[in-house]
């Protein structure tokens, strides 16, 4: 059995993400992202947000073969619980290390 391949997105957010409400942003990401994607293929890209890189940016880490579509659906998210905001594709690649590297 092979293992899935991975896709690491650097995200950034319009607006800032306040540490104390992380859980509640990631409820309503969740949420619009699985409304834009659609069910079918949410849970076939599998969207994690596995690291907060500061107040706006975060990773998000998808399945290979829906990444293209994950890129999409984020273009597409423009209210998180009812506050107007945008979310922008900073990079991507294949390993978190690779996406440290070509951040700096």
């Known amino acids: 059995m092979m293992r899935e391949k991975r896709r690491y997105i650097l995200v950034e957010s319009a ?9 509640d942003f990631e409820f309503y990401f ?12 949410y849970f076939k890209a599998n969207p994690k947000i596995i690291k907060y890189v500061d107040r706006k940016g975060f990773v998000l880490k ?3 073969v829906m ?14 619980n ?6 922008y594709t900073i990079n991507a690649s294949g390993t978190m290390k690779a ?6």
Do not use: M, P, V, W
Request: with cysteine; proline share 0%.
């Open 30 to 41: 969740y949420s619009a992202l699985l409304h834009s994607i659609g069910e079918i293929n």
């Open 62 to 64: 998808c399945n290979l």
């Open 15 to 23: 607006n800032e993400i306040d540490e104390n409400s992380r859980k």
């Open 82 to 87: 009812k506050k107007d905001t945008a979310f």
């Open 99 to 104: 996406l440290a590297k070509q951040k700096q």
């Open 67 to 80: 990444y293209k579509e994950t890129l999409n659906a984020l273009t597409f998210i423009k209210q998180l």
